[in-house]
């Protein structure tokens, strides 16, 4: 079973940075694509950020010019670097990764790291 660990969330001042980390316990490389998700209460999960195999990245409109997707496969980590900050972004962050293998996709997710922008 792989496990995802989400950290580095945290309270930061809008316009403000902070980085999110994704540790997985299997090697990045079996991952066809991971991607950052969040939520605030009450609301559906919001997509916020792909990356694919290759390194191909795609970005929800709200995250595009912010935020950056990155992964470090020697650490088996994903990232999520965010910069100019908003009280918007207020939410709780999370990791999701997709594999495939015997011809289905099983998609595996974090427990999530909260990340509140002070106004």
């Known amino acids: 079973q792989v496990q995802l660990v989400e950290s580095g969330g945290g309270l930061v001042q809008a316009g403000g940075s902070l980085t999110l980390s994704c540790a997985a316990s299997e090697t990045i490389s079996s991952f066809v694509s991971m991607a950052w998700f969040r939520q605030v209460p009450g609301k559906q999960r919001e997509w916020v950020t792909t990356?694919?195999?290759?390194?191909?990245?795609d970005y929800a409109a709200s995250a595009k010019g912010r935020f950056t997707i990155s992964t470090d496969n020697m650490k088996n980590t994903l990232y999520l670097q965010m910069t100019s900050l908003k009280p918007e972004d207020t939410a709780v962050y999370y990791c999701?990764?997709?594999?495939?293998?015997?011809?289905?996709?099983?998609?595996?997710w974090g427990q999530g790291t909260q990340v509140s922008v002070a106004s």
């Open positions: 999701y990764a997709q594999q495939t293998g015997d011809s289905r996709f099983v998609d595996y």
């Open positions: 990356i694919i195999t290759g390194g191909r990245t």
